[in-house]
């Protein structure tokens, strides 16, 4: 996620340069498109099948196993759910710091406030794909990434 979003602004400050808009919520999903396709593809090859039928070696007898079927569509809504706030976060970020930076005594120029205006709007685009999802499949993102937290903190504390 944190290459991702390294690149996007990588893709964003090209943009910039030239003129264009941020458009860095956009460019931060550029770079993991095609592991997500390979991904997705190699799931379309398998089929998807909810269970294999494999041969009991003791009966001679077909037995159909269950067999446990990775949650592609769980592990994109955590990545996209965790994309989402990080990159909310870094431009909220972003927008303290450059206010304090270039924004003497609250004055802005033209210039300055749409800097800010396209930060908030690709805010907005965050925010609206956490709103995309189910809010029970956010909360299990965020558990889950708030988990990953506590056991990289945990980890330190034991070494």
């Known amino acids: ?11 964003a400050t090209d943009k910039v340069n030239q003129g264009f808009p941020l458009g860095d919520w956009v460019a931060s999903f ?4 095609p592991y997500e396709d390979y991904g997705n593809a190699a799931l379309a090859k398998i089929g998807s099948p909810l269970y294999r039928v494999s041969l ?6 077909s037995k159909k196993i269950l067999l446990p079927v990775p ?22 970020k972003a927008r303290e710091s450059f206010e304090e930076e ?3 005594d609250g004055m802005m120029t033209d210039s300055m406030k ?9 805010s907005k685009c965050a925010e609206a794909k956490l709103k995309s999802y ?24 034991i070494e």
């Open 71 to 92: 949650n592609t569509s769980k592990q994109l809504i955590t990545i996209d759910v965790d994309r989402a706030i990080s990159f909310i976060r870094c431009h909220e």
């Open 134 to 157: 189910k809010v029970d499949d956010v909360k299990d993102a965020k558990t889950h990434l708030f988990c990953i937290m506590l056991l990289n903190k945990a980890s330190r504390l």
């Open 114 to 122: 749409i800097v800010i205006k396209e930060s908030l709007d690709e």
């Open 56 to 61: 009991s070696m003791r009966k001679k007898e």
């Open 102 to 104: 270039f924004c003497e």
């Open 30 to 33: 550029i770079i993991l498109q």
């Open 1 to 11: 996620v944190a290459f991702s979003l390294q690149e996007g602004l990588d893709v």
